[in-house]
T-cell receptor, first 112, second 112 residues
Framework: NAGVTQTPKFQVLKTGQSMTLQCAQD?????MYWYRQDPGMGLRLIYY???????DKGEVPNGYNVSRLNKREFSLRLESAAPSQTSVYFC???????????FGDGTRLSIL | EDQVTQSPEALRLQEGESSSLNCSYT??????LFWYRQDPGKGPEFLFT???AGEEKEKERLKATLTKKESFLHITAPKPEDSATYLC?????????????FGTGTRLKVLA
C-alpha cells in the first residue's frame, strides 16, 4: 500500500543550486500534481499533469519545471534555488475528474 | 474570486467534548468538496467527498455535512488521537478539473 512516494524527505540547498524532487504513484492514477505548503497559506498548485505526456502551469509555477516521465512518475525541478522556495512540497495524484487527490508525505526543502 | 475559509484556526477540546469545524466557500458552482486530515510531518489524508447540498458522510467519530455555502466537520466524543490539522478543499465547477482551492486548516488538539 505505498500510494504516493516522494523522495527525498528532507533537503537543504544553497541559493543557486539545482535539484529534482521525485514522485511516484502506484495507484494507476491519470493525473498528478505538485503543491507547496507554507505557514498560514493553503496548499498552492505549482504544476499539474492531467495525463501522461501533458503538463500545465498552476498558480505558482515561476522558478520550477516538471517532467511527467511515465504514468507513475512526476518530477519537480528547481533550476536555481532561491530562499523564497523554502517550503514543504507535496505530490498528489487522482484517478478521475471529481475524485479526491491522494498525497505523499512531502519533501521538506530549506534553501539557505 | 473563488475562496475557501476555515474556522476556527485552532481548537482545543477535552476528550469527549464534541464540536464542529467550519469550511465556508465562495465559488461559482461546486464540483466537489473534500475533507482531509493532516498529521505533523505527513501529507494530507483523504477523509470525505461531498458533492451536493444536503449530503452527509460519516466515519467513526467524524461526520461531514454540506450546504450551498459551507461544510461542517462534526467531531463527536473526540479522543486524543483525533488531534491533527483538518483541511477543506473545494473543486469549482466552472474551472478545469485540475483546480482545487484549499483552506488554511483548523488545528485540533484533544486533551486527555
Amino acid at each position: 500500500n505505498a500510494g504516493v512516494t516522494q523522495t527525498p524527505k528532507f533537503q537543504v540547498l544553497k541559493t543557486g543550486q539545482s535539484m529534482t524532487l521525485q514522485c511516484a504513484q502506484d495507484m494507476n492514477h491519470n493525473s498528478m500534481y505538485w503543491y507547496r505548503q507554507d505557514p498560514g497559506m493553503g496548499l498552492r498548485l505549482i504544476y499539474y499533469s492531467a495525463s501522461e505526456g501533458t503538463t500545465d502551469k498552476g498558480e505558482v509555477p515561476n522558478g520550477y519545471n516538471v517532467s511527467r516521465l511515465n504514468k507513475r512518475e512526476f518530477s519537480l525541478r528547481l533550476e536555481s534555488a532561491a530562499p523564497s522556495q523554502t517550503s514543504v512540497y507535496f505530490c498528489a495524484s487522482k484517478t478521475g475528474d471529481s475524485q479526491p487527490q491522494h498525497f505523499g508525505d512531502g519533501t521538506r526543502l530549506s534553501i539557505l | 474570486e473563488d475562496q475557501v475559509t476555515q474556522s476556527p484556526e485552532a481548537l482545543r477540546l477535552q476528550e469527549g467534548e464534541s464540536s464542529s469545524l467550519n469550511c465556508s466557500y465562495t465559488v461559482s458552482g461546486l464540483r466537489g468538496l473534500f475533507w482531509y486530515r493532516q498529521d505533523p510531518g505527513k501529507g494530507p489524508e483523504f477523509l470525505f467527498t461531498l458533492y451536493s447540498a444536503g449530503e452527509e458522510k460519516e466515519k467513526e467519530r467524524l461526520k461531514a455535512t454540506l450546504t450551498k455555502k459551507e461544510s461542517f466537520l462534526h467531531i463527536t466524543a473526540p479522543k486524543p488521537e483525533d488531534s491533527a490539522t483538518y483541511l477543506c478543499a473545494v473543486q469549482p465547477l466552472t474551472s478545469g478539473t485540475y483546480k482545487y482551492i484549499f483552506g488554511t486548516g483548523t488545528r485540533l488538539k484533544v486533551l486527555a
